[in-house]
């Protein structure tokens, strides 16, 4: 089983459409959590972090279920420029580096 | 400020070639990564740096691969005797604290090995 294990999509969604991507993660001792995105042929960048708590930045909320092991990204009123890999990114303890998902393609259509 | 640097952008090499990538992280990060993504692919973990410390080689593919950082400043990864199985994206990272914090890439070394 892969440590974090993401569905490859792609998800086609309309315009102001709201998508949910989850994220399931093998480690129950695993401590951090993130949501990055790619674009095509670009770095990574950093989306938001996942708080215990789950949390919000504008149209994006990002939720933790650690019973389950997964962690989710909701996007609401989807727009064009949404359109992008969503990569999952967990910290294990014990562990040095960040482990990465392969990730979620999204494609927001007009 | 500055951001994630890294040299070249994109390199062609023959198979059976040494090739050296190399990564300037944000100032005053003191944790370094080295990812590879092939075409298509997820994030391959291959080597951590965090201060002073040993560093965390664990995902290097072979003994082909090697890595090694001055102080909290530059790192250079080394490829030697190049396949073409080797062509990916390099991306290096860097992150204030290590151990789970946020990471910043660069725009990552295309390698291409003919």
């Known amino acids: 089983r892969k440590e974090v294990e993401q569905d490859p999509g792609p998800f086609n969604v309309p315009e102001g459409a709201t998508v949910a991507f989850n994220c399931t993660y093998s480690?129950?001792?695993?401590?951090?959590f993130f949501w990055y995105r790619q674009d095509c042929r670009k770095e990574p960048k950093l989306l938001m972090s996942?708080?215990?708590s789950g949390n919000e930045d504008g149209r994006f909320t990002a939720q933790l279920n650690r019973a389950s092991q997964y962690i989710s990204l909701l996007i609401r009123d989807s727009k064009l420029s949404d359109s992008a890999t969503y990569l999952c990114?967990?910290?294990?303890?014990?562990?040095?580096?960040?482990?990465f998902g392969s990730g979620t393609r999204l494609q927001v259509q007009p | 400020g500055a951001g994630v640097s890294q040299s070249p952008s994109n390199k062609v090499t023959e198979k059976g070639k040494d090739v050296e990538l190399r990564c300037d992280p944000i100032?005053?990060?003191?944790?370094l990564y080295w990812y590879r993504q092939r075409l298509g692919q997820g994030l391959e973990f291959l080597i951590y740096?965090?201060?002073?410390?040993?560093?965390?080689k664990s995902g290097l593919p072979s003994d082909r691969f090697s890595a090694e950082r001055t102080g909290e400043s530059v790192s250079t990864l080394t490829i030697q005797r190049t396949q073409q199985e080797d062509s990916a994206v390099y991306l290096c990272?860097?992150?204030?604290?290590?151990?789970?914090?946020?990471?910043?890439f660069g725009n990552g070394t295309r390698l291409t090995v003919t």
């Open positions: 990114v967990v910290h294990d303890t014990g562990r040095r580096a960040l482990t």
């Open positions: 480690n129950s001792a695993s401590q951090s």
């Open positions: 990272a860097s992150s204030l604290a290590g151990s789970g914090s946020p990471l910043h």
């Open positions: 996942v708080y215990s």
């Open positions: 100032s005053g990060h003191t944790a």
């Open positions: 740096f965090q201060g002073n410390s040993a560093p965390d």
